[in-house]
């Protein structure tokens, strides 16, 4: 059973745990912690400073202080002549009302709330900080959760919304497995059941957030109202972060939306103006840095949020269903949240040893593999006869295009008719990823390979679609 | 400016914070070019918003910026900007020759390199840095810089990446050019000094001549930039940024003394009144629009109409304060002028206030109607008045109050930002140091023993003594010798020296004189650039262009009449001769005059050298056309037998 760690670290309590070797023996012999004011005397220099933590990866021979200009430096310990300890790190018990009171931004008030109840928006963390504070003294960044917190940073949110936070994971992204959509997918319907939400926010670490929004989309069937998944390009400790217009914009589209389903909300372009919001089945992160790296594959966005309005995609051009959103009702909402993680996904690229095909089968964990193709769905000959042999076996084997864009049609050339005569079922133009994010729900959620085989090719979340627009990429 | 006052019965100190930008090829954390350019064709908007520290409250300063709440509009040009610049891919390693450069310059200057340096993030929230924050690093403590055997301290010396710069800003939306955002600056604090403004200066030329006797750093306008702290006696310390020049440094402090001791003047009369700065200024805030609406005033009917006409006017009153707000201790120096160019910060044009009123369109009638809405009864209250758009005009009357109440403590520790003129203006509250945390992209750098000792042998010479060779090997006296290393132009200088026959003196006073001269009339070096530079000079070697014709060339371009050395000298008429259509002019002209020749003998030399000069003015050296023109009459004379050559040879 995996290990989940429901509960947000505690703020790590400060010690020279993070030292090593002879720098935390010095440490620990002078009774000095982390956040302590420290004086030492070198051969040629002597700082009053506060010791600070070090880099876990970074060597023994040094100890990190800031000076008082703020600056940090590291002392080599060779060095040192002296070292005492100054004064103790003084813990402080601070309220963010002070902070709240001091920003006026944009006029946000509750006032604007006298006449009605605020929509009210669950706002679910897993990982990833939409808001951060800074301990300038240490340089400590901690995230910052509580609706104050919140509301200290992004006053925005007040006009819009009344948020509820609830922190549900504190990891990084690429840390989730399918157990945590799981988590996650049964915190979303217990807070939807509850009847009391407008939408539903889900802060999340980016780089697997599309792989999570496709797995709500799955998991999540008669969405009553919007669950949007956010997050953040620049963390949110920088004045530059893109996290709290993303978060806006979230906000604006779950209380505005007309329609509800999973959704995935970030910057449209590398400007802080427009927030796209994408399909949790049709979104895929395309760029390791850029604030615009999420994109809607072979779709446009489904909404635009521009200031305080949503543009939604007029229905001719969408080419998807979307649900009405129905604030009140939610006995038609299904959820389906088991993933059989049994599914392997597998690039083809010249050079691509067919063997692997048979490694993996002869694991026997697998029930089906994913095969990322070249161009219209296409691997090797070679690789032919070891593909027919894992079918035979009672394997199921999907083909999607390492292409990202486009659809796969395996009637065009040989080498894709050869494939589907042995078996090999096409995705049409599912994403690679959203692939084996529906694998692993169809064999979890079916009771034979063949009626799993006949979910993969029917369209669930608009995981697949029959017309691809003509739009600039 | 005549001083009214001596710096040193006020006390004046001032400490500089030099930065200075690298010559390396490339930026600081990226590998882009670290060149200038106009030619942007990249623009992206941000916003940013201040972020919260441990105790839950924001940095005064960032919290100013972003009260003000600009859109910042970014231009970028491919080759000096990417990702990095535009704040979406993380930073690159720290460059080695920018860092190599900071410990030679911190060697030189005696200070002690850490142990292992940690880049910093520094907030900054004006924009000037797409992540909202400067990289910055510590490199060395500690130090000294000599002057004439006196040793000023130095403080700190830093390496960071220079800001982007600013290119407009019209209150709403800040534009600004990344090309400059990432080049290496090393930042130098020097201890503060007191003394005559001339000798204070004199710190600051002689630090930047020992940067720059290092050739690693890059020369020009815009690449030295002091930040001067500078105090008087019972004040506070008050930062003045963005002084370019040294004849500027000078009247800054001068103007600074001033104002600082006009402050504490100020504040001295106030004490007298007995004013209760927390029941008394601003306790009473009105909005008085509709007295204002009625005012003749084209301020008023301006800030009125703006916002879609929804713009506001507010009174502050103020007790105790009457003739205060318009008392000028020194011409210009008033408390009003302060408040005008605080609220300006907000994009409001300015205050109006009850010592200055009836006035301006403003009548006594709206006077009297200001004072019963406010409860002025005292004769000792005063009042002002601020308008504009509704928001900024809140933030600005918090503002307003603030100051009022500072006003009677005397110089609040503020930014300001220098004026070409040698004036300050206020640009924000001074910033405290704490506003930095580690950047944790980049891992801490250790520096060794074995690097430090690799890199002294690369401490440059005395800037004293390369001027002197320079005036040696070039047989320049050591005043022009000077002005060479002081202008941006001494590799150039060298290189033109060097590979021509030119006479150095005569390029060194073009390449400073001259220049400086036609920058005095406001026209722009940056327009001429070292190949065009150095194309004229080659033209003169080659006698194309004669000496007069250098600096009317550099004039053309300066004032943007010629985009090139050879629009230049199309444009003055000077075409270029090449060898071969000199040697045609002047066959052709000895032709036309066969007459004279063949009467006067070698005696028509000089009518027709006056000929030759008629049309070759300017295009080709005079000695050039004497000589050929000599070869040219004396083999026409040998080849005629019978034709006079006597005279000549007298
Ligand atoms: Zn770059």
Known sequence: MLEINALPNEEKKLTVSEYKGKSLTLLTDKGISVGDTIKISTSDNEFIAILMPRYESADENHIVVKLKSGYNIGIELSKIQFITKVDQRSYQNVSTNDSLLQIRRGGAQHDDWKKEPPPRIALISTGGTIASRIDYRTGGVHAALSASDLYASIPELVKHASIDPEVLLNEYSENLKPEHWTLIANKVSEKVRSGKYHGIIISHGTDTMHYTASALSFALQNLPIPVVLVGAQRSSDRPSSDAALNLIGATIFSVKSNYSGVFVAMHASSSDDVIACHIGTRVRKNHTSRRDAFESIDMMPVALVKGESVEMQPPQQRYVKLQERNNSGHNNFIVKSNFDSRVILLKYYPGFDPDLLSHSIMRSTYRAIILEGTGLGHVSRECIPKIQKAVESGMMVFMTSQCIWGRVRMTVYDTGRDLLDIGVIPLSDTLPETAIVKAMWVIANSNSTESAKKMMQENIANEMTTVTPIMDK | MILAINPECINVKVGFEIHQQLATENKLFCSCKCEETENYKIFFKRNLRPTQSELGMYDAAALFESNKMHTIKYHAAAGSCCLVEADEEPPHEVNREALETALIVSLTLHSKVVDEIHVMRKIVIDGSNTSGFQRTMLIANGGYLDINGKKIGVQTICLEEDAAKLISDNGTIREYGLDRLGVPLVEIALEPVSGKPQEIMQVARTLGRLLRASKRVARGLGSIRQDVNISVDNGNVVEVKGVQQLDQLIKVIEYEMLRQHGLILIAQKLKKNNINAEVGIGDRIEDVTNILSKSTSKVVKKSLADDDNKGVFKAIRVKGFSGMIGFEPYPDIRIGKQLSELVRFYGLGGVFHSDELPNYGI???????????????????????????????????????????????????????????????????????????????????????????????????????????????????????????????????????????????????KLTEDLVSLQRQGLDTALLNENMILDAFERLNAGIVAKESIVLIFEKIMKKESKTIDEAVAALGIMPVNEQELQRIIDKILEENMSIVKSKGIASFGTLMGRCMSVLRGKVDGEKINSVLKQKLEQLLASNTGLKTQEYQD
């Not at chain 2, 933030?395 to 004036?423: S, W, Y």
């Open chain 2, 363 to 509: 009548g006594s009638e709206q006077v009297d109607a200001i004072k019963k809405k406010l409860q002025v009864v005292d004769d000792t209250d005063a009042f002002v008045i601020v308008g504009g758009q509704r928001d900024r005009v809140e933030f600005a009357v918090d503002a307003l109050v603030k100051r009022l109440k500072m006003a009677l403590n005397g110089v609040p520790a503020e930014t300001r930002a220098a004026t070409f003129d040698g004036k300050t203006t206020f640009s924000r509250p001074r910033s405290g140091s704490g506003r930095m945390y580690p950047e944790t992209d980049i891992q801490p750098i250790p520096i060794n023993n074995a690097l430090l000792d690799s890199l002294s042998d690369r401490i440059p010479r005395p800037w004293d003594e390369i001027i002197d060779t320079l005036a040696k090997k070039h047989r320049m006296n050591k005043k022009l010798a000077e002005q060479v290393f002081d202008s941006p132009y001494l590799s150039l200088f060298e290189e033109i020296a060097n590979s021509t026959k030119i006479q150095p003196t005569f390029i060194a006073s």
